[in-house]
Nanobody, 120 residues
Framework: QVQLVESGGGSVQAGGSLRLSCVASTNTFSTLGMGWFRQAPGKERERVAVIGIDDISNYAESVKGRFTISKDTPKNTLYLQMNSLKPEDTAMYYC??????????????WGQGTQVTISS
């Protein structure tokens, strides 16, 4: 079973940057699709960015050009570099691990989340 632990959240002003990390406790990291999701109070969880086993990534329209997802496979670590942060980026951010399907991923493991708060 994959265990995920996020870190790197915090409080910054609009325009600032944060880098989130997610360490996966598994020996199958290279076979997993990985993603970042977020959920703001009163809102549904939304997908922020996903990176496949082929290193192809895709992003929510709201973060394109500002966020970058990457991974360090030997370290079993997923990252999310967040630049030009906006107050609307405020949310709990979750790391997820999954397996690829024909059109998407089945997300089978989730971290506990790390809070990101952006002030204007």
């Amino acid at each position: 079973q994959v265990q995920l632990v996020e870190s790197g959240g915090g409080s910054v002003q609009a325009g600032g940057s944060l880098r989130l990390s997610c360490v996966a406790s598994t020996n199958t990291f290279s076979t997993l699709g990985m993603g970042w999701f977020r959920q703001a109070p009163g809102k549904e969880r939304e997908r922020v960015a996903v990176i496949g086993i082929d290193d192809i990534s895709n992003y929510a329209e709201s973060v394109k050009g500002r966020f970058t997802i990457s991974k360090d496979t030997p370290k079993n670590t997923l990252y999310l570099q967040m630049n030009s942060l906006k107050p609307e980026d405020t949310a709990m951010y979750y790391c997820a691990a999954g397996v690829k399907t024909a059109t998407s991923h089945i997300w089978m493991a989730w971290g506990q989340g790390t809070q990101v708060t952006i002030s204007s």
